[in-house]
């Protein structure tokens, strides 16, 4: 295989109900879908789902566009390979940059894929025909609200109930949505918005008695050590995001037992080939993983499922529906969530149709690289 174009367009979707974290709020996207073309003139897809500010990781839409046009894609071009796992060495001496290189590496999996006549989720090694849907809310203006968005959400279906969380915004709330929903799976994701504090420890211990499936980055990305230290006065799993950008991050967790759970992000871990490894080495120790979602539009939200469909991916992934973000989404058909779980696609590649006209009236910026 030998991609001899690449094109780069930033998308931007406005969301259908806006999502405010511990760090900020928004209310549209902008992400880049990276187009590769091979000499076949077979294309594939990747999406890059940066957030526009560094609040999550440390890029930006900008910087992955900087380094997916002055790195990624030019040691990619009129390069021979074989196996999408290989692309992977043609940008070794990158370090970091994970969201940038997701986007050009989903993109070689799905044009490899196309081309073989393999769905994406058979590519991977998946084995699963459905995947379980769970749904991540944001922090709402009053609990009133909060409760309206887990109401609506339980009766279409979801299978896991995720709650934003920062200080000033945990025990209350839970506790409230818990008294009305005693039996629905709900955790919660602070987005290590906790410090290392006695105040803050003993704040989080108060989630333990809760009944949450687990405590999702309470601390900031490198703090290992009070991951671990929570963890061993915890009964509640303490699951790693942002910890976890590299398969090493992922040897200390388990070395430092930092959590029990592990979330999974195509774009926080590099791409298919680093989510599939980091799903290996946890469920050889023990570890269940879920797939986390960065609002991807379809061809992001495509990859997601894909990976979800892979055997340790035991919990519910964040792969709701597309009407729950975008009034209409970049493929066809949009990916839709029936009974808490959404169909893995067996058509080659992708197995949903980009919609180019629906993203090209959205594209603010647009740059093809050739050879
Ligand atoms: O921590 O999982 C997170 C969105 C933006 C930044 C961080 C996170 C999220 C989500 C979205 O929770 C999950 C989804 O795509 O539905
Ligand atoms: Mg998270």
Redesign the pocket.
Known sequence: MRVVEATLHVVRLPLVHS?E?SSHRKDHLDHIVVELVDESGATGWGEIAS?SAPY?SPETVQTTWYIAQHYLLPSILGISWDHPAQVQALWRKVRGHEFAKAGVDTAAWVLWSTMKGLSLSKALGGNRHQVKAG??LGIEPTIDELIAQVHKHVEAGYARV?L?IAPGWDVEPVREVRAVFPEQDLHV?A?GAYQSTETDFDQLRKLDDLGLTMI??PFSPRDFLSHARLQAILETPVCL??SVSTIDDLRTMIALQAGKIL?I?VSRMGGLTKAREAHDLARDHGIPVWC?????FGIGRAANVAISSLGNFTLPS?V?GSE??YRRDIIRPPVVTVLGSVDVPVAPGLGFAVDREWMSENTMKKETVGM
């Open positions: 999502f974290t957030p999550y749904v991540s995720k934003k994701d987005n999702e980055q995001d942002e979330n992000k986390g979602g960065m609002h991807e964040d709701s729950k973000y």
